[in-house]
């Protein structure tokens, strides 16, 4: 029996167990990776909005936080397949065949890219599917190149293959683009980007690497194809909530519903980061909530041993 188990090892995940351990709780970290880390692993941006941290990319970030988890006593485990949560008896059954019980638990799953589900997505990883405008740029130089998607992370992904592609495409399903302002606007004067709206990407086509795209522009319009050699797809993020959705309350979306404290509509079940919506989804909101989340299971317990 553990005081709290946290699942996931994100900065949600991992500022919880640091402010649970400097808490005095005994608790357990599971992760399903093989490291920590959660997305940091997939910024290759500097990162400059975490105040009193400049960093070149997640993972420097990543090594700040271990070293200053070096001395901390929570346990963690990763690679942890878990089968299922029963959040009510707070219950976690692993796939080892393990049963492990706590007072509390913290969901910290974060959330994973959505997929178009279209032909060809899987298929061409790592074969003409483009992970990241900033770590992939160089090797998509002088190449034409499609993104799909309208939002921030779309456009600035746009904006970058554009200083090195010859043409970008931007495929976006509304009418207008979502991304702020400031960043639209800077596609206006770019000659080598257009912007199809209305419009979807409904197959990825290609012998060994990708060769093409099929896009549809409004319904009932016949599909063509357009030759690009990559394809980036930034369409925002699903939350890793299945394990959890029929046991409590979620947005339509599957985010999972918190308030202030981070308590669940489940007593003693919280859920911290990406995976509860935060207004502002990046990693001040997720260790911010990370704390809240362990100084309220902490005053919990006590309440619990003073009574
Ligand atoms: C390209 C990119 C750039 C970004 N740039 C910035 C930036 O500049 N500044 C900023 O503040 N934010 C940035 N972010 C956002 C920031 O990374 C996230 O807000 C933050 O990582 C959220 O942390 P989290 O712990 O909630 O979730 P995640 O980082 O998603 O971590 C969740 C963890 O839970 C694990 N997990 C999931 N399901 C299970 C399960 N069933 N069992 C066990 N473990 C599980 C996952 O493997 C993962 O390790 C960026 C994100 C991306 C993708």
């Known amino acids: 029996m553990h005081d709290v188990i946290i699942i996931g090892a994100g900065p949600a995940g991992l500022s919880t167990a640091f402010w649970c351990d400097e808490l005095g709780l005994d608790t357990l970290l ?4 093989e490291q920590v880390g959660g997305q940091l692993h997939r910024v290759y941006n500097p990162i400059e909005n975490y105040l009193g941290v400049k960093v070149s990319n997640g993972h420097e970030l990543l090594e700040r936080f271990t070293h200053d988890l070096d001395a901390a006593e929570f346990d963690l485990w990763t690679q942890t397949g878990i ?4 959040l009510k008896a707070r219950r976690v059954s692993l796939r080892s065949g393990e049963n492990l019980q706590s007072i509390a638990i ?7 890219p959505r997929e178009l589900g279209i032909p060809g ?3 061409f990883a790592g074969k003409g599917m483009i992970e990241s405008g900033t770590r992939d740029r160089q090797l998509f130089a002088g190449r034409d190149v499609c993104v799909v998607g309208g939002g921030d992370a779309a456009v600035e992904n746009a904006l970058l293959l554009a200083e090195v592609c010859p043409t970008v495409t931007l495929v976006h399903r509304g009418k207008k683009l979502r991304a702020r302002r400031e960043l639209a606007e800077r596609l206006q004067p770019n000659n080598c980007v257009t912007v199809f709206t209305e419009s979807v990407v409904t ?9 093409a795209v099929e896009i549809q522009r409004k319904e009932g319009l016949k599909p063509f194809q357009l030759a690009v050699r990559g394809v980036l797809i930034r369409i925002g993020v699903e939350p890793n909530s299945e394990l959890f959705r029929e046991q ?8 999972i ?3 202030s404290q981070q308590e669940t509509s489940v007593p003693m079940v919280f859920a911290v980061g990406d995976v509860s919506n935060p207004v502002a989804p990046t990693i001040s909101s997720a260790t911010g909530a990370g704390a809240t989340a362990a100084k309220v299971i902490a005053a919990r317990l006590n309440a619990r041993l003073g009574s």
């Open 248 to 255: 409590i309350d979620t947005d339509e979306k599957g985010f």
């Open 30 to 33: 599971l992760e399903q990776a």
């Open 257 to 259: 519903a918190v308030n």
């Open 203 to 211: 197959r990825i086509l290609g012998d060994e690497e990708v060769a």
């Open 106 to 112: 913290v969901i910290a799953t974060g959330v994973r």
């Open 83 to 86: 089968t299922a949560v029963d």
């Open 121 to 123: 997505e899987k298929e």
